[in-house]
């Protein structure tokens, strides 16, 4: 059903509103209708982009949602919304669509005009305010210094990096960290594990610990070690040893200390090769342990409220329960000892939240449970309940044309992310580890993520910003030359194709801000892939450079947008958009 657009309720003019997303202009259309005819007022207005095109550019089921406030049936609040719609230039017509849904129809020429503010935006198109004044700690990667980085690192690299340049470009105030796991029983394995391998370089029979690491790069790590230093002797390691250890360390502490030094090294290299910066590098020991932080927060959670903790069995108890967590947690053990959930909880407490309003952690799939914990003792600190998100990425699935693969070079038991990039490189391994949300296990095709195709989601994106430069080239080296946006027709573009295209560009900015909000950096490369679909088909059928100067360059606005666009969304996922392609993609 087709209905005209009323002007009972006013003529909003595109230039109060240019700061607006085109959804916020709509969901204002809405409720100026609503106030006219009447009826309540709708607090949140949803939109959705429909998958058929003859159900509109953006959909609405607000009409139902205030169905019940109302005391209307769905259809006829629609009714009401059409009639009393307001002129808006983005509008070119509503429908009522089954029992209440109003589907929005898009003017072509305001999609032309749209066009050229996207173009004129540049590289500040897509971003936005909503998270200005937001202080915000994300931590993420964070691996144990127990050895080298790992293939699930490195998507939990490539979603945390990705979430930092989302946040950021909605205004937030952003601090990325990495936080060492140097002390602990994880360390103490380590420290007595590097010990083991030193002494085995240097002819002892010692074997390695029954709880010990028992990689191949720790053999590595004692060989450079001993070279390294000019260790040549059991007597000659202890007294580097008596010469490293602090006053209140002991031998295998302080190989310890190297050898967490040393892999941390490694992390960061391999971590800068992937593109990816910490702000923070933060150590368990000397930011927390060394302080008695832990000792501080129970402190402070007893004397909040006395019911907070409790002991039991000789052990001090938080009682976690109060706040949703499925059991209560130990703070002190027995043996008087801190437990590392009072240890992390001190981190965030005392040092996070000192710096910020909100803290995002990346964590792996074997963490469930310390999200409800965590979430439990902050709340009882005084933090709100939101304060807290932390994000437990899957598993990846390596595979080679469908089938399991390993790659470790030295051991079978894991990938190591410096083997992955050296196979695929940065891009495709970033974009690939982005196409999924984070708790959704992901497979991993090694021969997909090189392959120059369409079916090669990277490649398909990256190879649509080519052609656009591609098109740029061609006209330099014809001598043409292209005037000012301002003074292109842009209303020649009135093609279904190139339309499509405007309203799948106009998009972009709620795209982004609604990312970063839901903490969801693969919406865009879902969406990227999506946009190059649009245009490669497009950009085949319809010649750029031909006799119709006004064609051309009306064209040409359209690709360079659909490229600045792509550059933008490619840069938010710290990928890649090369200038120039070899190979055309085989198939799209």
Partial sequence: MMNAIAATSGDFRLGAWRAMKLTERLSEGVRTALAAAGLPDAADCQWEVPRQSDHGDYATNTAMVLAR???????????????????????????????????????????????????????????????????????????????????VNARAAAIGDALARLLRSQGAAVTTEYYINDAGTQFEALAASFEARVRQELGEGVALPEKGYPGEYLIDLAREFVREQGITSPDALRTWTAQQALAEADPTTALGRYAVARIVEGQRRVLADYGVEFDRWSSEQHDVRDLKLADQVVKELEARDRDLTFDEGGALWFRST???????????????????????????????????????????????????????????????????????????NLLRDGQPVRMSKRRGEFVLMEELLEEVGRDAARFTFLMRRHDSPLDFDLALATRQSAENPVYYVQYAHARVRSIWRQLAEQGIEVPSWSEVPLTALVLPEELAIVKKLVEYPALVAGAAKALEPHRIAYWLNELAGLFHPYYKAHRVIQPDRDLVFARLALCTAVADVLRSGLGLLGVSAPEAMTREPETG
Avoid at 74 to 103: K, S
């Fill in 69 to 151: 406030a109302a005391r209307r049936p769905p259809r006829q609040i629609a009714e009401l919304i059409v009639r009393h719609f307001p002129r808006l230039p983005e509008v070119d017509r509503l429908e009522i669509a089954g029992p209440g849904f109003l589907n929005v129809f898009l003017s072509p020429a305001w999609c032309a005009e749209a066009l050229r503010e996207i173009l004129a935006a540049g590289a500040d198109y897509g971003r936005g305010s909503g998270e200005r004044g937001r202080g915000l700690r994300l931590e993420f990667v964070s691996a144990n210094p127990t050895g080298p980085l790992v293939i």
């Fill in 322 to 396: 109060r706040f949703g967590d499925d059991k209560d947690r130990v703070l002190r053990r027995s043996n008087g000892e801190l437990t590392y959930f009072a240890v992390d909880v001190a981190f965030y407490h005392l040092v996070k939240f000192a710096e910020a309003d909100a803290v995002v952690t990346l964590l792996g799939p074997d963490h469930h449970g310390y999200v409800a914990r965590m979430r439990a003792a902050m709340q009882a600190l005084g933090h709100p309940a939101d304060a807290v998100d932390i994000l437990i990425v899957q598993l990846v």
